[in-house]
Structure formats: C-alpha cells, structure tokens
T-cell receptor, first 113, second 113 residues
C-alpha cells in the first residue's frame, strides 16, 4: 500500500508570491490534515478536510487555504507569502474521522526569500 | 486550547543508557499517540494508548498513559543510536465534531555511540 505522497519536496519562493502544495493520501483514507512545522513553534495544525469539506481549522490567517477533491487528494495554498511562512508543511491522512492515527507524508520544505 | 508540554526538550545520552520522556497536559484526551520523526521525514506513528493507566511495549520502548488520561511517558531501555530522533506526543479529543490531534512541543533525542 503506497504511503502519503506530498509534492513538491522542496520549494523556494519570493515574498509576495503564492504557492500550492499537493497531498495524495493513503488509498482508502478519507481524512486529510495539514500541519506547519517550524523549529520555534513545533507542529501546528492548519486544517482538516473530510469528504471535500473543511471540518476543522487552526489559528492561521486567511492566506492559508485548502481544498479536497472527490478522490481525497488535497491541496493547500498560501497567498502573499511572508518570510515567516518558511517551514516544513506536512500532510497526514487518516482512514476516517474519529480514527485519529495519522500517517504523514515526507513533507514539503518551503523556503521564502 | 489544549497544550501538551514535553520534557525534556533536548536529551543526549550514551548508548546503553535508559531514559524517560514525559508528555503532560491539563486537558483530558480520548487517546494519546507517540511519533518519531527523523530529519527530512514526516513523523511516524509508534503507538496509540487509549485507556487510562494503559501500558504498551514496543521492543525496548514502553509507553504509559496516565490514569486520568492527561499525561503519558515514553521509557527507552538500553538506548541505541537508531533511537535518535524527534519524539512527539499527540493528544486526540474525539466526539465533539472537532476531532484533531494536538501535538506536543517535542523531545529531541540524541544517542551517542
């Protein structure tokens, strides 16, 4: 069974630009969550999608958004990038809501310059 | 806001020694999970504990969930260099339509050969 796949692995963007990250969950998993990981703040929850609907949202500005497609694949978008958005963005899939064991992808390392 | 504090934040010990990592909160969780993350990778689930007082063993790793389901500990016996990594606890609250994982602050463990 293939694991969670995130693309791209690395990304360098300029301040003010926007970026889209992609996540393909484990086959059969319907819940996808996104996290931001930085040395200073640790792992911070961004949002969760289930059945193409955002079910939960963390404390991030509206520049951070996401969506989920009918095949459970998910994308997250960050607009008007700031230097502080530089981080490892992790996607995790779970079989269902309430089944909270999360299986993570390798992450996308975003650097904003 | 549910917060999970891990201690110690950093730990560096010699191969063969024993160690314990703690995960504490003032909140009650439905379950608690431990993950290990290696550089450049996403966190990998080690164990899930659900019942207060539960103890689970994974080879040289022993996980315990507190009786009140507010805290947990991870004990490693005879540490080996392969145990090096970032250890994260994560608490889940399920059943209120707000299911999500809250991650701890992390313990960075280094085992010196």
């Amino acid at each position: 069974k293939a694991g969670v796949t995130q693309t791209p692995r690395y990304l360098i963007k300029t301040r003010g630009q926007q970026v889209t990250l992609s996540c393909s969950p484990i086959s059969g998993h319907r819940s996808v969550s996104w996290y931001q990981q930085t040395p200073g703040q640790g792992l911070q929850f961004l949002f969760e999608y289930f059945s193409e609907t955002q079910r939960n949202k963390g404390n991030f500005p509206g520049r951070f958004s996401g969506r989920q497609f009918s095949n459970s694949r998910s994308e997250m978008n960050v607009s008007t990038l700031e230097l502080g958005d530089s981080a490892l963005y992790l996607c995790a899939s779970s079989y269902d809501r309430g089944r909270t064991e999360a299986f993570f992808g390798q992450g996308t390392r975003l650097t904003v310059v | 806001t549910q917060l999970l504090e891990q201690s110690p934040q950093f730990l560096s010990i010699q191969e063969g020694e024993n160690l314990t990592v703690y995960c504490n909160s003032s909140s009650v969780f439905s379950s608690l999970q431990w993950y290990r993350q290696e550089p450049g990778e996403g966190p990998v689930l080690l164990v899930t504990v659900v019942t207060g007082g539960e103890v689970k063993k994974l080879k040289r790793l022993t996980f315990q969930f507190g009786d009140a389901r507010k805290d947990s500990s991870l004990h490693i016996t005879a540490a080996q260099p392969g145990d090096t990594g970032l250890y994260l606890c994560a608490g889940a609250v399920v059943g209120f339509g707000n299911e999500k994982l809250t991650f701890g602050t992390g313990t960075r463990l280094t085992i010196i050969p």
